[in-house]
C-alpha cells in the first residue's frame, strides 16, 4: 500500500495486479509504503478502513482518492497458478506444481479449498465497508497506459515500470466446464471486472 498526502492519495496492493512494480516505481516517494508484513503490505480495503482511514482522516483528511488495479479473472488465477509453481514452494501445501490450471480452478470453486487454491478475491478484496468506505478509481490491469497516465498526472512525475514478482510462463487454458464454473461460482469478481471501464 502507498499513501501520497499531498495528492491526497491511497493505492492499494491487490494482489497479482502488478504492484510490486508500481510500489518500487513510486515507493520513495511516497508518504507511507506499506512493505511488510504481507497482511497489510496487501491489506484489503476492510482492513484499511479499519487500521488506516482513521489514522489518515486525522492527519491528512477524509477525502482521499483509494485506486486499485483489477485483472481478468482469468488470467488473475493463472497468475496465482504459475507463482505457486515456483521451485522454492515445491513440497509444500502452496505449490501448485503437478497440478493442471483446469484441477487449480476446479478446487478454487470449492467451499473448502485446498490450502494450494486459496488465494482470496478481487471482489472480496474490494468490497465496499459499512461505512461507505470504498475504492474510488479502479483500472484494469491489462490498461497499464490509463493507470500511469492518471499517476503521472496526479503525482506530476514521470512513472517507468519495471517487471516484477513475474511469475513463470505456462499456457493458462480452461476446459468451458471449468470455465463456466468459475464464472458461475465468482460471478462477482467477473461483474467488478466488467464495471471497471
Known sequence: MLVFSKARLVILSVPKTGTTALESALGSRADIWVQNPPELKHAPLYRYNRFFRPMLDKFVGADLDIVAVVREP?????????YRQRDDLAGTPNSTAGISFDDFVAAYCRGQRPAFAEVGSQA???EPAGNGTRATRLFRYEDQAALIAFLE?????????????????????????????????????????????
Open 153 to 197: 498526472d496526479r503525482l506530476a512525475t514521470k512513472i517507468t515500470l519495471a517487471r516484477e514478482n513475474v511469475s513463470p510462463p505456462a499456457p493458462v487454458t480452461l476446459s468451458p466446464e471449468v470455465a463456466a464454473k468459475y464464472r458461475r461460482k465468482h460471478a462477482a469478481d467477473f461483474a467488478l471486472y466488467e464495471f471497471v471501464a
Open 124 to 126: 472480496k478484496f474490494l
Open 74 to 82: 482469468v488470467s488473475w488465477l493463472g497468475s496465482w497458478w504459475r
